[in-house]
Every structure is written in structure tokens, then in C-alpha cells.
């Protein structure tokens, strides 16, 4: 941890934001790959949201960064909707914390053309001296997010003092500290600023998230994020005893576009 800078930890929950929890999942095959649902409602959005693009405004190979994939078969078939239209798959980057989850992306496209491989790379998305190289692909037109910032809830608030690194802190979180001094933020909210650089206006960030109130509260990200939607999604549902009644349970897809 850089000088100046601490992370709280969260007891009782699952070690969702330790890198080797999911190095083990992934190489043993204990997760499925599709947490919530197979999300294609966030893939139709997307699409909806490149196709709808002025061609001034979106580049020849429109640019996605789809955060914490793991497994999921869902960046799989953007790229293959991006084939379809002629789009290059190679503007898909993934990223991911997990080792096990990069080096399973990379192997899965060394099959494919360069021009139509996605990207992957391994990234701390806490760590804006890891999520600053991805500066090279930005900007993103869009952000995918498959309960990834549900994962990264679950971890502990960072704090930002005076003599935080600046290597590790990017320009909005700077403009934080420059004027409350030491500053403490949830996960969710560190998040969304590190995601400023990395976007331009009118960027959209596209959710598919357990909680009601993923982005309640967050006066750092509301400055740069403004929810356009949030709509329920019944959840699907596992095997029940014949005749017994359950209640339905939702999750929620969130729209954000960049401010």
C-alpha cells in the first residue's frame, strides 16, 4: 500500500477483493462464470448505445472496457455482436484481477485474428497506478459492469492522506484532496473516479447490480456520474418444492452516462 494510504477491511464477508479467492474459483472450476444472470440485457444496451452513436462521435472500432469479466461467456459474445457490424474486436479490453481469469481470456483469443481478439489485462481496479494503463486504449465509449462494482462493495473504504503517493491517485480523486485534505472513500465511488480519465462526456456506464442503492450517497461520483436509469429485473430462479411459494427477487440495471 502506497505512503499515506490505507484500505479498511470488511469482516464476515467473502474475500470478493482478494485476487487469489478468484484465482482458486476459476482454476478449480468451483464459479460458473455468470453471476446475477448471463446479462443480455446489458449486451443489448450496449449494442443499442454504439449503434445509435453519430459516426462523428464513435470511432471506426467503437472502444468498450468491460470490468471484472472472471469467466463470463458475456465479452465473448459482444465481440461476436461487434464482428457482425464490422466493429474490431480488439476494442474490447478486459480487465481483471484475477491471474487465473486473464491468462484463460488470453488463451481463449489466441485463436482469433488480432484485429478481432479482445484484450485482457490484469488490473486492480482500486489502483489508479493500474487502471492508468489503460490510458492507451481510452477513451472508452462505454463501461460493462456485471456485478463487478457489487464485488468491489464488499471491500473496505480506502483513505487518501497528505502524503499519498501521486502516482497512485488520479486527477479527480486529487481534486478531492486538494480540498478536504485526508479523505476516505467507498469502494464504488473510488471506482467511478477512476473511470473519469478513462471516459469522455457522454460515455455510458451500463450495471448489472444485486442492490438497490449501488449509487446512493456517493457525492464524488454523482459530480461525475449522473443515474439515468434503474430498472428492476426479476431474478432468475432455482429449483423450488413443487407447490411452495416464493417471492420474487430482483436485481437492477443501471445507466449512467458520464457528466
Request: with cysteine; net charge negative.
Amino acid at each position: 500500500m502506497p505512503a499515506g494510504r490505507t484500505r479498511a477491511t470488511q469482516t464476515g464477508a467473502p474475500d470478493y477483493d482478494d485476487p487469489s479467492f478468484w484465482d482458486t474459483k476459476f482454476a478449480t472450476g468451483q464459479d460458473v462464470g455468470e453471476w446475477l444472470n448471463s446479462g443480455e440485457i446489458l449486451l443489448d444496451s450496449v449494442i443499442s448505445f454504439l449503434e445509435q452513436l453519430p459516426v462523428s462521435e464513435r470511432h471506426t472500432r467503437p472502444r468498450v472496457l468491460h470490468l471484472g469479466p472472471g469467466i463470463s461467456k458475456l465479452g465473448t459474445r459482444l465481440r461476436d455482436a461487434f464482428v457482425e457490424r464490422g466493429w474490431g474486436g480488439n476494442g474490447i479490453v478486459n480487465v481483471d484481477f484475477s491471474s487465473e481469469a486473464v491468462r484463460l481470456g488470453q488463451e481463449a483469443e489466441s485463436k482469433y485474428n488480432p484485429s478481432q481478439a479482445m484484450l485482457w489485462l490484469r488490473t486492480d481496479l482500486r489502483s489508479w497506478a493500474d487502471v492508468s494503463q489503460l490510458h492507451p486504449f481510452a477513451p472508452f465509449d462505454v463501461i460493462l459492469d456485471k456485478s463487478t462494482s457489487d464485488a468491489l462493495a464488499t471491500s473496505g473504504s480506502v483513505t487518501f492522506g497528505t502524503t499519498s503517493d501521486t502516482l497512485d491517485i488520479c486527477s479527480p480523486v486529487r481534486n478531492v484532496l486538494e480540498r478536504e485534505g485526508v479523505t476516505t472513500m467507498p469502494p464504488v465511488e473510488l471506482l467511478a473516479l477512476h473511470l473519469v480519465p478513462l471516459t469522455r462526456k457522454g460515455s455510458m456506464w451500463f450495471v448489472l447490480s444485486y442492490s438497490t442503492a449501488r449509487f446512493e450517497n456517493l457525492p464524488e461520483l454523482s459530480s461525475h456520474w449522473q443515474v439515468v436509469s434503474r430498472n428492476p429485473l426479476e431474478a432468475p430462479r432455482g429449483q423450488t418444492v413443487s407447490g411452495a411459494y416464493t417471492p420474487a427477487v430482483y436485481h437492477w440495471m443501471y445507466t449512467l452516462r458520464r457528466i
